[in-house]
């Protein structure tokens, strides 16, 4: 099994989509764009109580039965997107004191960081620095099941089916209407 379907399949046993539910869950950075350490997820919302247990378990349901690194990040919103393009156009990214938290391994414990821009560690991995847009984790696993199973892609047994066609419908009304 591959990378990828690793981790999909440590989502959708973990139950990730419903455990995370409170809060918009995004695949950052390197994976699977090239080989990685871990796996970085960013994490939107207020960094609570709820929301650490919530990463650990993860974490360390990732580490044992899937030997899978997570490396968790919180921000209070998505603030951060709007440098990206700028950034990997010009290489010089001029962030106003972004909020982040992580984790520390040792005490578990959310750490509050300033993040002033990325870190030159990147520059080094993939030979220029470029930054990943982020996919939020519930489109990055309907886009590999969709480019796993062209043959269901958008019928009836694609299992988001209803739910894209009832947006088609209530776009093409609201269209209607607004003309």
Excluded at 25 to 45: A, E, Q, R, V
Excluded at 75 to 104: C, L, Q, S, V
Aim: charged share 30%; proline share 3%; aromatic share 18%.
């Amino acid at each position: 099994m591959g990378q990828i379907d690793k981790f999909i399949e440590c989502l959708n046993t973990f139950d990730f989509i419903n455990v995370f539910d409170k809060w918009e869950t995004y695949l950052w950075s390197g994976f699977p764009f090239h080989p990685t350490y871990d796996i970085d997820i960013m994490f939107i919302g207020d960094p609570n109580e709820e929301l650490k247990k919530g990463i650990i378990n993860f974490r360390d349901f990732s580490k044992e039965k899937y030997n899978l690194n997570i490396d968790s990040q919180v921000f209070y919103d998505t603030k951060m997107f709007a440098y990206i393009e700028e950034y990997n156009r010009t290489g010089d990214m001029k962030i106003e004191n972004i909020t982040k938290f992580r984790i520390d391994k040792k005490t578990n414990e959310f750490i509050k960081k300033i993040s002033n821009g990325p870190s030159l560690k990147y520059k080094f991995r993939v030979g220029k620095l470029h930054l990943r847009y982020p996919i939020l984790i519930s489109d990055f696993i309907h886009l590999v099941f969709n480019i796993k199973n062209q043959d269901i892609y958008n019928t009836p047994a694609d299992k988001r089916y209803k739910e894209f066609n009832k947006l088609l419908f209530d776009y093409k009304m609201y269209e209607r209407n607004e003309h």
